[in-house]
């Protein structure tokens, strides 16, 4: 795909990191954009790496996954369509903090660092919108740091899955299904519990009728029940 | 204190958050602000109210500390001097996220959201340099995340006590010693750890001269000592 076609001009000027700009801005913004596919299982980027472009996916699903100097792994984030990711170490260590995997074949936007700092200088209000879009990651984070510190298993694989529907929940005929091919190791490593905890607990929902899920997807029957759970 | 005493205004001048702005930017930014002092225990702003003004601390120490629906409460970070604290829920819900209370006699600068807002649009360069700051704070966490989720407690207290060293360590005859005033529970909370393990592990470092403390403050004798136990 080339940034001109007219699809991936409508999804790059319809992120919320360009809300607010001028048409012109828009314009810029989308020429100097590159945009390219990759397969499932491809690498966008490696942890430790230079940060030499600002990513956003237009399509698809990314995991970021960050391991520590002792070997431990951790799921930091799923990222869906219109999200930003790898974007921050730009203005901090510039260094990718984590791996970026395509989870299902995947379309990205990027910016070169120097073209991205460019446009930031030009139109503030991209910062304004950075800012908000990272404050919220970082509430989010904050949560997940809580639960992970203060609440059993159960309630957070619940409060994960409330988040990601939250994130990128799509409504139909079933309830609200997860837009995230998640394997049950995802959530296991994106709530900080085991696979075997996670696989439990969700044949239990699954019995009760509170979730429904095949290879393909996941869906949350009833978010009542699956929130009466995350309140404990 | 008045933003006018030259004291003040030389803190608030060497901020990271106003680095790289011109003169007549930092006179303005000055004049906006309302400095206050409040005592030991003394609450900042508490969770759940709307923001109505954006802070930073010039002396003494914060806790951020966040309850959850349930009760469950965490530590979230102790902020030291220079750092901005409660400023980035202006961005996203206008809610503060967490308590901030006065770990000590402490004294903060603060900006009306509207004289907020107003500076940021005017010198984007407080926009840049407010990114750098939540995506330090975001890398922060997200390492967090990692050792609750991989790492047992005692790795958990040395990666906490080095971060805290980074953020608040100044060289003294003894080692580093960690400019906040924190009780054993702090130290617990902001691990994901219970006091008892705390107390244990803190004993044994004591022992083995990794570490001193005393009501006052703790201290890494061995910073080489507790990065091996980090690293496990």
Known sequence: MHPHDPEVTAAITA?????????????????????????????????GEPVERAHVLLSGAIRIAQAGSDGGQVVLRFI???EIFGSVAIFTDHLYPADGIAMVGSTEASWARADWLDLIERYPRIALNLITIVGRRLAE?????????????????????LRLARQAGRATGAGTEIGFPLRRKDIADISGTTLFTVSRTLNDWRRQGLIADDRRALTLVSMAGIGRIALG
Chains 1, 2 share one sequence.
């Open 15 to 47: 992120l919320d990191l360009f809300a607010g700009l001028p048409a012109s801005a828009l314009d810029e913004v989308t020429a100097r954009a590159r945009v390219r596919t990759l397969g499932r299982g491809a690498r966008m980027f490696d942890q």
């Open 141 to 161: 984070l904050q949560d997940r740091v809580r639960e992970m510190a203060t609440q059993r298993a159960e309630r957070r694989i619940a409060n994960t899955l």
């Open 80 to 82: 869906g369509p219109g």
